[in-house]
Nanobody, 124 residues
Framework: QVQLVESGGGLVQAGGSLRLSCAAS????????MGWFRQAPGKERELVAA????????YYEDSVKGRFTISRDNAKNTVYLQMNSLKPEDTAVYYC?????????????????WGQGTQVTVSS
């Protein structure tokens, strides 16, 4: 069982940066694949980035590649999403999720635990 709490969202101008954090509590955090999802109003929730349990495998959705970086610190039970060069179309509620996955990138159903979400708003 893992509990996830996101922080770091807020309002930023286009071109700015934010770093999202997701702090985990519970058992065996280091064995889970971690993902960041986002959902904008009227749109389907989508996978933004994922990182394997070891940190050796990373996935990025095409629209954020080169701008966002996912990382994890297993000693701190925390996963991060560094977001640079933000665009208005990045505006969404961002969720972190954890799962024990066999596929890469893991499909959404392989994530078993979810945070409450944090709002990111990018103004033009």
């Amino acid at each position: 069982q893992v509990q996830l709490v996101e922080s770091g969202g807020g309002l930023v101008q286009a071109g700015g940066s934010l770093r999202l954090s997701c702090a985990a509590s519970g058992r065996t955090f280091s064995t889970y694949t971690m993902g960041w999802f986002r959902q904008a109003p009227g749109k389907e929730r989508e996978l933004v980035a994922a990182i394997s349990w070891s940190g050796g495998d990373r996935y990025y959705e095409d629209s954020v590649k080169g701008r966002f970086t996912i990382s994890r610190d297993n000693a701190k039970n925390t996963v991060y999403l560094q977001m640079n060069s933000l665009k208005p179309e990045d505006t969404a509620v961002y969720y972190c999720a954890a799962g024990w996955a066999r596929n890469w990138p893991p499909p959404e159903y392989e994530y078993d635990y979810w945070g409450q979400g944090t709002q990111v708003t990018v103004s033009s």
